[in-house]
């Protein structure tokens, strides 16, 4: 007697958990996609600075925010992947239905375009100049997660994965594992939560020693002398009081060194973070602009202090501009 093929299971009705599931699935993995592409080449930017590249972000901010979204997308996919695939098990004809092909099918289409928009990007990036070392690891890390993308859910589309739960199963923890190693790995560039705390505190004390200088300039245009004491510069009028350590409670040292000159001091938790070409390329693309002159706030950790002298040609008193006029 000649076998027959088992007849494919008809397809089960679509209920709107089926329509959920998949939708937030597909949702889901284009978040954990862009989010781990996004560390990935956080990543390859930290370890591979380039002169003409943007500076990086000292908190990490592009890290932290995939970071987050890894730790969050990545887990729900694969939680959402198991109860999709169990459901299926218990009713094959779950295999079946529309919205089952329509989600595998543009998870497909969406990887294939995801391939083709990055390459594309990276290859402009590259031909304007960017570093061989940056745009290859770029260009392996966009193949990689996009053509297993593709493949897994190739296969999928098959049925392989219903044949083989034990395999995806495995699957689901390699990928879980990878994103567990990227998110620790996130911490070796930005730091703990608690340094950049540190890093956040010292932004605030450079920001108020700029504040205290300028209205020591502002008061030496008025008065033709320095304070005496920072408690010279305080003015209700002007709603202006002079700032204090926001991390002791302390205020900041000040000491007159000459008549045009004085120091500035604070006590700082880190050395100023040198993020010089770990951001994206290029940093200009349009102009040369012209270079402009900034004081130097550059600190080490520990007690610092900032040596400042008084231009008068460039910083006149009030009443010598009145006599120019």
């Known amino acids: 007697m000649e076998n027959t093929p088992a007849a494919a299971p008809s397809a089960s009705k679509t209920t709107p958990r089926d329509f959920f599931f998949w939708a937030g699935l597909v949702i889901a993995l284009i978040g954990s996609v862009a ?51 169990k459901t299926i098990l218990k009713e094959p004809g779950k295999a079946n239905i529309w919205v089952r092909r329509w989600a ?25 100049g960017e570093i061989t070392i940056r745009f290859g690891l770029k260009v392996a890390v966009v193949l990689l997660i996009a053509l297993s993308v593709f493949l897994h859910f ?105 008549p045009l000159s004085f120091e500035l001091c604070a006590v700082f938790n880190k050395p100023t973070p040198d993020t010089r070409g770990q951001g994206a390329y290029p940093a200009r693309d349009m102009s040369y602009p012209s270079m402009g002159i900034d004081d130097n706030w550059q600190h080490e950790a520990g007690d610092t202090c900032f040596a400042r002298t008084i231009d008068p040609e460039r910083y006149p008193v009030f009443e010598n501009e009145k006599a120019l006029r």
Do not use: C
Not at 39 to 60: K, R
Not at 107 to 128: K, Q, R
């Open 104 to 128: 595998l099918g543009l998870t497909l289409f969406l990887a294939s375009v995801t391939i083709l928009a990055d390459l594309v990007t990276l290859i402009m990036t590259f031909l304007g």
């Open 35 to 85: 989010s781990l592409t996004t560390l990935l080449f956080s990543y390859i930017n930290f370890a591979f600075p380039d002169p003409l590249a943007y500076y990086g972000d000292p908190y990490g901010g592009a890290v932290r925010a995939s970071m987050a979204f890894v730790i969050v997308f990545i887990p729900t996919t694969l939680i959402l992947a198991h109860l999709i695939r």
């Open 154 to 258: 190739l296969a999928d589309l098959k049925g392989y994965w219903l044949q083989n739960v034990k395999k995806a199963g495995l699957i689901s923890s390699s990928v879980l594992a990878m994103a567990l190693v990227s998110v620790i790995a996130g911490f070796f560039i930005i730091g703990t939560p608690g340094e950049i705390r540190m890093l956040r505190f010292d932004e605030q004390k450079v920001s108020d020693l700029q504040s205290i200088q300028y209205q020591i300039v502002n008061y030496y245009q008025q008065k033709e002398e320095l304070p005496e004491t920072l408690t010279f510069l305080d003015d209700p009028i002007s709603s202006f009081m002079t700032p204090v350590d926001p991390q002791s409670g302390a205020a900041y040292r000040y000491t007159v060194t000459g």
